[in-house]
């Protein structure tokens, strides 16, 4: 009868521990496809696009949020501006650089009259370092 009752109480331990061990897989399972799930959905800026640059701007320049919205008009506008000379000038026979350059430079020229005097200096900084890459990356195309 003892060896009866050990077998019973082995075999329900085991029923327990197979039950506790699936519901904690179950939940690991869940915890994990919820932030797969969730970092899928969150949309991170794609690296050069405009939301992008928005959120370097504010850790770099610390933007207001009139100023953000300011210069995300600018950008989008310079974005299209970029796509109309895509559409008119063959890069093959014509490299649409020079244009680029001179909008570059207009959207520039229109994102530093909306900084204050404290902000400018760091902008600039920026825009140093974002040209340097650009001159980089043009360097090892070149090649």
Same mark, same amino acid.
Not at 77 to 84: A, F, G, L
Not at 93 to 104: D, M, S, T
């Given at each position: ?15 327990? !521990? ?7 897989? &179950? ?10 799930? !969730? ?6 800026? /794609?690296? &050069? &696009? ?11 320049? &610390?933007?207001?949020?009139? @100023? /953000? ?7 989008? #506008? ?9 559409? *008119?000038?063959? %890069? ?12 570059? @430079? #207009? !959207? ?8 204050? %005097? ?6 600039? *900084? ?8 650009? #001159? @980089?990356?043009? *360097?090892?195309?070149?090649?």
């Amino acid at each position: 009868m003892n060896s009866d009752s050990n077998s019973r109480s082995k075999a329900r331990l085991i029923v327990v !521990s197979v039950f506790v061990i699936g519901f904690a897989a &179950g939940a690991l399972c869940l915890n994990l496809y919820q932030q797969l799930t !969730s970092s899928e959905n969150k949309k991170t800026p /794609q690296r &050069g &696009g405009t939301e992008y640059l928005i959120e370097k701007m504010n850790k770099e320049v &610390g933007l207001a949020p009139d @100023q /953000q919205e300011q210069i995300k008009k600018i950008l989008d #506008e310079t974005n299209d501006k970029y796509r109309e000379i895509r559409k *008119e000038i063959d %890069p093959v026979l014509k490299p649409y650089e020079p244009r680029f350059n001179a909008v570059r @430079q #207009e !959207s520039r020229d229109r994102i530093r009259a909306l900084l204050n %005097p404290d902000q400018l200096p760091k902008y600039e *900084e920026m825009v140093n370092k974002h040209d340097k890459m650009r #001159e @980089q990356e043009r *360097e090892r195309s070149k090649k």
